[in-house]
C-alpha cells in the first residue's frame, strides 16, 4: 500500500514537473519592436551620470551595450520582487514577457554608452 502511495506521488509530480516544463516558451525578442517600448526607460537610463534621489541616492547604470538575457533577467527580478527598488518594481510590473525581451533586444543592440555597463 505504502508503495503504490509512493508511486502515485511520484506520477502525480512528473506530471506536474512536465506540464510546467512545457508551458515555460522562451521568448525571443525584438530590438526594433523594444524601441517603442523605452519611453520609461530613457528618462534615467538614457542620462550619463545620472543619480536618483528616491528612494535613495544611487548611481543609474546606462543600458546601451548591456547583454540582453541580463537585462531581462534583472526586469524579471523587478518585477517579482526578488530585486528590491520600488520604482523599477512598479515599471517592471507593468510589462509582460515580450515587453521585457524586446527591451533587452533593444539595448543590447545600441552601442555601449558607460563605463558602468560591466559586460562591455
Known amino acids: ?3 503504490n502511495l509512493t508511486m502515485a506521488a511520484l506520477a502525480v509530480f512528473l506530471s506536474a514537473t512536465a506540464s510546467a516544463v ?3 516558451v522562451e521568448v525571443t525578442g525584438n530590438a526594433k519592436a523594444g524601441e517603442s517600448k523605452v519611453a520609461m526607460c530613457i528618462g534615467c ?3 550619463a551620470g545620472y543619480r ?3 528612494p535613495e541616492v544611487y548611481r543609474v547604470p546606462m543600458l546601451g551595450g548591456q547583454n540582453a ?3 531581462q533577467v534583472a526586469l524579471q527580478g523587478y518585477k517579482n520582487g526578488d530585486r528590491k527598488y520600488s520604482t523599477m518594481h512598479a515599471l517592471a510590473a507593468s510589462l509582460s514577457d515580450q515587453d521585457m525581451a524586446d527591451i533587452a533586444e533593444y539595448y543590447a543592440a545600441q552601442k555601449s ?3 558602468n555597463n ?3
Open 1 to 3: 500500500m505504502k508503495k
Open 118 to 120: 560591466p559586460d562591455k
Open 45 to 47: 537610463h538614457g542620462i
Open 52 to 54: 536618483t534621489a528616491f
Open 113 to 115: 554608452s558607460s563605463p
Open 22 to 24: 512545457e508551458t515555460e
Open 69 to 71: 538575457k541580463y537585462i
